[in-house]
């Protein structure tokens, strides 16, 4: 007992030592954004004294301060542009203060609208992107595929509750690494390459998304139906169907997926869960014929394309999270 009590008390110190880790980093991350922005008003203020002044204000901040990197001519000139972007909207620095350095000169590199910028920000803090995937996020240009183009499904219409936030996780289209296909590839080939890089697949579903199986049998009256891939939805407390498809997308594609769902609620899903969703991804579709097909349909579902990118850069991959990180939220489910 004595042992128990002693190694809940040693736990509790070290959750406390490991939260205050990161309130300082956090801390110590917002103040440095801080002082970037005032060396970068400093250097604004003086750039009368011409072309030569950052090089010179570089040379004499490294020889003050040795053992402390960033300091160097293209940042100082990265803090006077962080300054001039946002020198009026002091609100805006306090948003993007939570986040590293690194990932603030991308977002003035890489993202011109302040909107979309608050936007991919938002996001970063949210489901704690590095620089190396936000940058893969903004060069498949996520804003748009998950914003701005118009999404079909029938969340509205057939869920009590989150249809916004359902909605909120589809894009169009889905975009995979997939480049080793075949030119004629068929669709267990794709569901194999899916396997292979399930790590950037959850990358590309987006947050809450965590992996429970390929090929996933549900059996209904000694009968067995198989779902391509099957996933559960963290903050929408359901599991959600995907099927691959390749070509255009056909109206009995619903029915299928109609039926998948409505086994996967009554045989799988336990009183705990939501309704399932089911997720259609096709090469090619009809948004009138989609649109047509999701109507009459009382299963939550939605319908997008899919496009083949180039393999993630290799930084990327390291990023992500491993099949150990994936079963810990499973057995968290």
Not at 159 to 181: G, H, Q, R, T, W
């Amino acid at each position: 007992m004595l042992e128990k009590s002693f190694q809940e008390i040693s736990n509790n110190i070290k959750d406390m030592i490991s939260k205050t880790q990161l309130e300082i980093m956090i801390d110590a991350n917002s103040k440095l954004v801080k002082l970037y922005f005032n060396i970068g008003k400093t250097l604004e203020e003086y750039s009368s004294w011409g072309n030569k002044f950052i090089d010179n204000v570089s040379l004499e901040l490294k020889l003050a301060f040795p053992n402390i990197q960033g300091f160097s001519i293209r940042n100082l000139k990265y803090m006077k542009s962080f300054y001039n972007e946002y020198k009026d909207d002091f609100e805006f620095v306090q948003l993007v203060a939570q986040l590293p350095w690194k990932h603030n000169i991308t977002l003035l590199q890489k993202v011109k609208d302040k909107e979309i910028r608050k936007w991919y920000v938002e996001r970063c803090i949210e489901e704690g992107w590095s620089n190396s995937i936000l940058i893969y996020q903004i060069d498949t240009d996520l804003y748009n595929r998950q914003v701005k183009n118009i999404k079909h499904n029938n969340f509205k219409l057939t869920m009590k509750e989150n249809s916004d936030l359902a909605n909120d996780m589809m894009k169009e289209p889905y975009v995979f690494d997939l480049i080793e296909l075949t030119e004629d590839f068929k669709e267990k080939e794709l569901e194999n390459k899916m396997l292979e890089k399930i790590k950037n697949i959850l990358l590309e579903l987006g947050s809450g998304f965590s992996f429970v199986g390929n090929q996933y049998k549900v059996t209904i009256d000694n009968n067995d139906f198989f779902i391509d891939l099957l996933f559960y939805h963290i903050k929408l407390k359901c599991y959600v169907a995907l099927e691959l498809k390749v070509g255009e997308f056909k109206p009995e594609f619903g029915s299928k997926m109609s039926f998948y769902l409505t086994a996967l609620d009554e045989e799988v899903k336990d009183e705990n869960d939501n309704q399932s969703i089911g997720i259609i991804l096709c090469q090619s579709k009809s948004n009138k014929i989609v649109d047509y097909t999701l109507k009459y349909i009382n299963r939550p579902m939605g319908v997008s394309e899919y496009k083949i990118f180039d393999e993630l850069p290799k930084k990327i991959q390291n990023e992500l999270p491993g099949i150990d990180d994936i079963a810990i939220h499973l057995n968290d489910l």
